[in-house]
């Protein structure tokens, strides 16, 4: 965690932002989601290192 | 090993051979074919193993001003003296004479290969310039310590000279003097050290310990870390441009450039469209061998959502999605390397007018 | 529990027409032990040797388990899981073999795998793992076609534990040599010892995500322990083969069998500097929620349930481990348990804290083992390769950071391919240090 302030969790090492247990529609879904919450988060004022989840 | 007695040059400032203070800090260089200053207690601890054949002086104030192009004159006038060892200092906490005492060391040491020893008080900032670059024995602040300083300076030269391996190390970098022996200040090398307790022994001794309050010493002591202060938030998504950055090792077929499976420190930048293309033959492969790649060959968005980020680009979601990925291997990397392939990066990114970033790691 | 370990210790080992033991030697019937161990069909053939103590001839190259000869003689199962039938092991009693291994090898080089390790017998890298003044029973072996990577290596992991059962087995008429007690009873009544300080051990012992094969290892009663929640074990059982060594490379059956901080805890204990509590296995898992589920629950069989006062944690190769155990040190530091946290860097430069992954001023006691990729030169005139083929490399093809093959004869390689130098879980007189 040396130099990054904006940190969205993701899923899991293998699969960042995606999910092998899930069907494919599923899982495009979710990348969706992954994608639409990164760029929320670009346009989200903070003062210091905030990790943030997809809630 | 040698035979003969070992040729010293000596470095020192012009206070220490007698020149004059700071009021003379400007004096340029001038050579001297005998002992000079601290130089004559440098032969006296040298006894006969050695010949101070030269001394090298000049001033604080005009070699600091460009150590490097003074370092390259020194030493071209005492490369002819064919030294077997260079002497710098000792400089104590001084903050000009450390440096260039580093700097002539370091210079000495590359061009002639051979062992180079100065000596600086852990606030000098010499020690964090130049401590990778030569041998710098560890002082107090007090300039009456020279004997002592000098007798620890030779002491550690003669085991370089003698380059005999330790048995608690292993080739190829077996023959290093142990920093805690002889004192001096580590120079950014990591070694497997045989010890006499096994890891348990010392482990569970040094737990026992904190356990009863006593004092103990932890083998790894964390660094202090900088805090960045966050980037302004983008204020119209649809007027951005966006780019994807990522350490988790997504390279070409074959991997031309040869990022490594570990400890990179050179990143890539691909087109996104050669690189991952929506259809056809997977044009892709991954270099990171940190963790299982199965999944993420199967569907590169799984790493980097950019089919997604294709369509919010035609969607005028964002403004623009970057055409080019930057990538590299983030397993084991250094992190001082890191933070150097992140300003490459971040230039990059900023001569193609990019506004942010995602940033994706496995 | 007590666990009464027979220390025999073996002279030569020596390949003869038939079995049979005396004076402190044992001799060996190739075609016996080969014959008994093909009973495993999944096995298609097998090479079985005896290299004896005083060879300096041969490298042994992919390297996928090590085995001390042990034999339950009382109150349990062999290898319990892997060879005998489920039974808690860590009870009764157990010969053991000194002076000889069971080497297991996997002819294939490997296809993905990224860590092989390697040992010599003689040459410069002798002196660097106890392995190469042993006397050693070499096993390598093809299996069936359908057999996947993984599982051909735990095949042939299986059948080395056999043939360590035989060896101990053969040395019934041999003497003693000297005997050790694991006498340890968890139960909190039975240790009120005041003022002795309570520690326990956290073992992570697997994180799939390095286990590239795709088939988990066995290694807990030859038992998967995917998303295994931490479970507490008497210390005995790992001493006494309820754990074995994993595709990963993180450790061997027999750096469990001789488990460094397991041993050193229960002298400590025989000492009465501090009462030994007990050990939580754990793993790393691939889901987040879960993850933070097994940190609390470590900390909690910890603190509450094991009662200590402080731990030691070990953990295996790289990040997410690293991450993994520092939250639950941390969580053990939160709940008043102090910690000594093993790690390992990787680098051959820079600082000790440069590879720290995880920083809280809570960790204040942390162990740098072993550093991984300290360059190693090695030179051996060996006259016999085992276990591969000569241009086998350590680390997966692909990788070639070690860039040398196995069986140059000035190899250069990096130090967490040399089986025996490095080890995670503390038995080696090794240490990071900056230089």
Known sequence: MVGANRILRGTNITYVIGDKDLSKEEERELNLKYLEKALEILQTPIKEQTIFVLG | ????????????????????????????????????????????????????????????NYFSTDLEKNAEKGFRLIEKYKPDLFIAGPAFAAGRYGPSCG?????????????????MNVENPGVEMYSQHTYIVRTGVNSKDIPDIVRKMVKLSLALIENKPDPNLVPPDDCIPSPYEYDYFTRNLIRNVFTKESTAEASVGLLIKKLKNEPFKSDVVKPPFDKIKPAN??????????????????????????????????????????????EGERQYEVSHRGYNNFEVLEDYNRLIPVDHARTFEKQGRIGKLNPTLFTTCGNVSIIKKSKIMGEEIAHKLLEQKVDAVILTSA | MKLEIQNVAIDYLISAENDYAEKDNLFISINALKNNLMDDRRIVSLDVRVIDKDNDDTRFVNVIDIIQPRCKLKGGQNFPGFVGDIETAGKGITRSLDNVIVVVCSASIGKGRTVQKFFDT???????????????????????????????????RTAGMKAAVYLAELAKSLKVSSTDIYDLDLNIKCNSDEGLPRICYYYQVYAPHYDYGNIPSKPLYGQTVTEMPPTILHPNEILDGAMSGVHIQAYYTYDNQNHGLIKELYKRHINKEIVFCGVVVGVLSMNEMRRGFFVKHAGKLIKDVLNADGAVLTKFHGGAAHLDSALIAIECEKLGVGTSLHITPFTDVGKLADNLVYIDDELDLIIAGFTYFEPVDIRFKYKNILGGPPESFASSPRAKHCNTPLGSEHLK???????????????????????
């Open chain 3, 122 to 156: 003689g040459g410069s890298g002798a002196r660097l793992t106890e392995f190469s003044n042993k006397n050693i029973l070499y096993l390598c072996g093809e299996t069936a076609e359908d057999i996947s990577e993984n599982e051909h290596e735990d095949v042939l």
């Open chain 3, 413 to 435: 390689i990096e130090a967490l391919f040399i089986a025996g130098y490095t080890d995670f879980l503390g038995r080696t007189n090794l240490r990071a240090m900056e230089y």
């Open chain 2, 103 to 119: 700097a002539m060391c370091r210079i000495v040491s590359e061009r002639l290969k051979i062992p180079a020893v100065t000596a």
């Open chain 2, 1 to 60: 090993m040698i035979d003969r007695k070992i040729r010293v040059v000596h470095y020192i400032n012009q206070f220490f051979a007698g020149i004059g203070g700071e009021e003379k800090a400007d004096t340029g260089f001038s050579l001297k074919t005998s002992p000079t200053g601290p130089g004559i207690i440098l032969q006296n601890e040298l006894e006969n193993k050695g010949e101070v054949v030269s001394t090298l002086i000049c001033g604080d």
């Open chain 2, 233 to 278: 938030p983008i204020e119209d998504m649809s007027k951005a441009k966006i780019a994807f950055v990522t350490d988790g090792g997504i390279v070409p077929m074959g991997n031309p450039d040869g990022i490594p499976s570990r400890m990179s420190t050179i990143w890539k930048e691909y087109v996104i469209d050669d690189l991952l293309p929506m």
